[in-house]
């Protein structure tokens, strides 16, 4: 995702461009409420709408954000559109990051923003090679060619360094927007989201993957984040918006085919039969035993440090390395307890 050269101006928010997320630009928006106890919230999206909103999607159509007194416009970020400087900015209360590192290197750069709830537990992000010259374990990738997106260099580098592979036993290309350098056998392997399905489908039964996090770089995904301003001063606020897609997000758990048709309905240029297909997947990244124990969109304090530590070895802080308690806020999963573990 475009991460890499964060600065004061230059933020995309997120590293999941990178991993092929994204498949319309268009505007959720609900209509003003008149009622006098109704708050707007407004979400910066880090890169284009997908099934990465699936549970805000269903809060929405379902009436969990009214219920909590929010009305939700969610805004589709893209790659021209600075995600994280708009929350920054004050133009959004809360940000959706596809990947966790936007949070560690805005803050670093002196923005000052913090994540408060991981929407996926798990990062989709999938090295997928082909089965007649597989790579299962980090150590196959010697002497391999990598096609990746130039944002995503870091993660390979990343990866490389953790599994102790001198970057010059690998070589790494630049990766297009699609797999046809692993079909044509220009790369061995390509890298992208596993909840993007539609992308996948030229693979088909050959693919074999190797995820990100299975290597050893555990971050987390679809991050949401807000000021600090906005956590001191409107942590009620929040809490309400992180009840109304709680509650949307356990829903679409346990009725995964309605939340695709309010999903498609939401964004019609969405494949159907892709989501359909896609649901499972997205449903396994936010739910898992940590959920089941924390509640939806727990995080941990641990798991921050780690990546704060990847990158620091990495040397790719510009600025002074950020603290667990700069980039992360433990405050309003706290205030959301009960429901999010409800629905974890």
Same mark, same amino acid.
């Given at each position: 995702m475009n991460d890499l050269k964060l600065n004061r101006r230059t933020l995309l928010a997120g590293l999941g461009a990178a991993g092929g997320l994204a498949v319309t630009q268009s505007l959720i928006s609900v209509k003003p409420s008149f009622a006098a106890d109704m708050t707007t919230v407004h979400m910066q999206l880090g890169w284009l709408a997908s099934n990465g909103i699936l549970g805000e999607v269903v809060a929405q159509a379902k009436g969990f954000y009214k219920e909590e #007194? !929010?009305?939700?416009?969610?805004?589709?970020?893209?790659?021209?559109?600075?995600? !994280?400087?708009? !929350?920054?900015?004050?133009? *959004?209360?809360v940000g959706q990051t596809s990947s966790s590192p936007s949070v560690m290197l805005a803050r670093s750069a002196g923005i000052p923003i913090k994540a408060f709830a991981a929407g996926y537990q798990k990062h989709p992000f999938t090295y997928f090679s082909l089965d007649s010259d597989p790579i299962k374990e980090p150590k196959d990738m010697i002497g391999k060619t990598i096609a990746?997106?130039?944002?995503?260099?870091?993660l390979l580098r990343a990866l490389l360094a953790k599994n102790g592979i001198a970057e010059d036993q690998v070589t790494i290309v630049n990766m297009g927007s699609d797999m046809n350098q692993l079909m044509t056998g220009q790369a061995q392997a390509v890298t992208g989201w596993l909840t993007n399905i539609?992308?996948?489908?030229?693979? #088909?039964?050959?693919? !074999?993957?190797?995820?990100?996090w299975d290597a050893g770089?555990?971050?987390?995904?679809?991050?949401?984040?807000?000021?600090?301003? *906005?956590i001191e001063k409107d942590s009620g606020t929040l809490?309400?918006?992180?009840? #109304? *897609?709680?509650?949307?997000?356990?829903y679409a758990k346990d009725h995964p085919e309605e939340a695709v048709d309010m999903l498609v309905g939401a964004y019609p240029n969405l494949d159907k039969a892709s989501e359909l297909e896609a649901v499972k997947g997205v449903i396994d990244f936010s739910f898992n035993e940590t959920t089941k124990k924390d509640g939806w969109g727990a995080m941990t304090a641990a798991n921050w440090e780690a990546q704060i530590k990847t990158y620091a070895d990495l040397d790719q802080f510009k600025g002074s390395v950020p603290t667990v308690d700069e980039i992360m806020t433990l405050k309003i999963l706290d205030a959301t307890t009960d429901i999010r573990k409800k629905v974890g």
């Open positions: #007194g !929010v009305e939700l416009e969610i805004t589709p970020g893209g790659p021209n559109v600075d995600g !994280v400087g708009g !929350v920054a900015a004050g133009r *959004s209360m990746t997106q130039p944002t995503a260099y870091i539609n992308a996948l489908k030229v693979v #088909g039964d050959k693919r !074999v993957d190797l995820m990100l770089i555990q971050l987390y995904a679809n991050v949401y984040f807000a000021t600090d301003d *906005s809490a309400k918006f992180l009840t #109304g *897609s709680a509650r949307g997000w356990g």
